[in-house]
């Protein structure tokens, strides 16, 4: 992989360049961490067994694939708006460009709401008694008054939250090493599959489930109007926090296969919990309930960031009303953006069942990513006058195959859910090409 030379990337942009490579290494890093590996080694522990580093590393591997065409595709085209903006070029179709953008739109105040659910439900039980429609809208708008606020201060939040979600992880790595020093646990089984399965086949399905976990680093996208020197550090923050959540995963993958035998992991609610119950090590309950409140705060505040950045990229290309391009005078943020997103959010915590919600987000998510592979295939053609990376040609094909594979695996309820999605999505955009076309806006344009 390699950086074409030309003139480093000095487009003008109505949004403040505040992010740094360590505040986007952080921010990437935070919203991969995310909530789910606190839950995912029982899942796993039922498909793999002791051997849950394998589907995580295979995973890993895929979700490398898509970041390389992001990689390319974000410092060569350096506009807020994300994979919008590149299947527009690619394909020149608003309404294609269109779908794309709503997709991942959709995607992000889908994951958003579940994420209030998450947060609402057990892990603030532990502290407080609130009805969960309550407590998650409640959050939500705390959510949005923090990104309102601006992008800096969200990220200086995301720098405090993503070191206590890692710290947790780290943890639990740490106490079983503690327990494996003193002669316990049992490290045989990180080599052990269930009974009656096919290594290949086990370690596939498994590499499925595990890719939720890898997904988040494309919200990126959605900043790079925000970052300084966007061609330099863009690349290097995609891949570094990739790799880092990867050790991390696997670390803990290794660690709860040590600590519990798969029978005991895999019908637990709280795994990581129960591993560092086993490890002996005295680690108060309440401190990993407090650990997730965290980790789900933090993907909720990445992921509505990114969420109300799209709404904004797409106005600015007129796929969507231009109201939703304003922003504060002084704080420089996307308010109307903000405020739309939040609300739809609010509205699908109310009507919204997590788990669906969470397995739409994926099939979402990889609508988005087919297209971003297909598109910097579509792009070798376009030339732009500035900097950029250039990801070998095999890495989006292999991606485009790692994506049909993965879409092969959903559910036909979660697929009926995304189409009813993309089906108002696409009265939105007629709507909105409608209202442009009587006003002369380029909501109107074809």
């Not at 480093?8 to 952080?26: Q, V, Y």
């Not at 304003?326 to 420089?332: K, T």
């Not at 036909?412 to 442009?436: E, H, I």
Request: charged letters at 10%.
């Amino acid at each position: 992989m390699t950086s074409e030379t030309a003139a480093p990337t000095t487009e003008s942009t109505k949004l403040a360049r505040k992010i740094t490579g360590p505040l986007l290494f952080l921010f990437i890093l935070g919203d991969v961490l995310g909530a789910g590996i606190y839950a995912l080694m029982g899942e796993l522990s039922a498909e793999v067994g002791g051997v849950l580093w394998a589907p995580l590393a295979v995973a890993l591997a895929l979700a490398l694939l898509t970041a390389g065409s992001y990689a390319e595709l974000v410092t060569k085209y350096p506009r807020a708006g994300g994979a919008s903006v590149f299947a527009e070029r690619a394909f020149g179709k608003p309404l294609i460009s269109f779908l794309v953008g709503f997709s991942m739109l959709a995607a992000g105040v889908t994951s958003a709401a579940g994420l209030a659910l998450a947060f609402s439900g057990d892990y603030l039980a532990t502290f407080v008694d609130v009805p969960v429609p309550l407590a998650a809208v409640a959050f939500l708008a705390l959510v949005a008054c923090l990104n309102a606020r601006g992008i800096s201060e969200s990220l200086k939040s995301n720098v405090v939250m993503t070191v206590i979600e890692l710290s947790g992880l780290v943890l639990v790595v740490g106490v079983v090493a503690l327990m494996v020093g003193r002669g316990d646990g049992d490290l045989a089984r990180v080599g052990e599959l269930p009974d009656g399965t096919t290594p290949a086949l086990a370690i596939l399905g498994g590499a499925i489930l595990a890719y939720y976990s890898f997904v988040g680093f494309e919200t990126s996208a959605n900043v790079v109007e925000e970052i300084r020197d966007p061609s330099r550090v863009y690349p290097r923050a995609l891949f570094g926090a990739l790799l880092t959540a990867g050790l991390v995963y696997v670390l803990v993958g290794l660690a709860s296969a040590i600590a519990l035998p798969s029978a005991e992991l895999s019908q637990s609610s709280g795994p990581l919990l129960d591993v560092v119950a086993a490890s002996g090590v005295a680690v108060p309950d309440w401190l990993f309930s407090l650990i997730a409140l965290i980790a789900v705060a933090n993907g909720a505040l990445l992921t509505m960031i990114m969420s109300s950045r799209l709404t904004f990229g797409m106005s600015e290309q007129g796929l969507l009303p231009s109201v939703f391009a304003r922003v504060l005078p002084n704080r420089r943020t996307p308010w109307v953006a903000i405020v739309a997103t939040t609300v739809v959010a609010m509205m699908l915590t109310l009507i919204g069942d997590l788990s669906t919600l969470a397995e739409t987000v994926v099939l979402l998510l990889l609508f988005v990513f087919l297209s971003a592979n297909v598109s910097v295939l579509v792009l070798r053609r376009d030339h732009v006058d500035h900097d950029h990376f250039r990801v070998w040609t095999f890495v989006p094909v292999l991606g485009i195959g790692s994506c049909l594979l993965l879409l092969t695996q959903q559910s036909s309820t979660v697929w009926l859910l995304a189409a009813a999605l993309l089906a108002a999505g696409v009265v939105l955009y007629f709507v909105a090409r409608k209202a442009g076309a009587a006003t002369g806006t380029p909501n109107g344009s074809s």
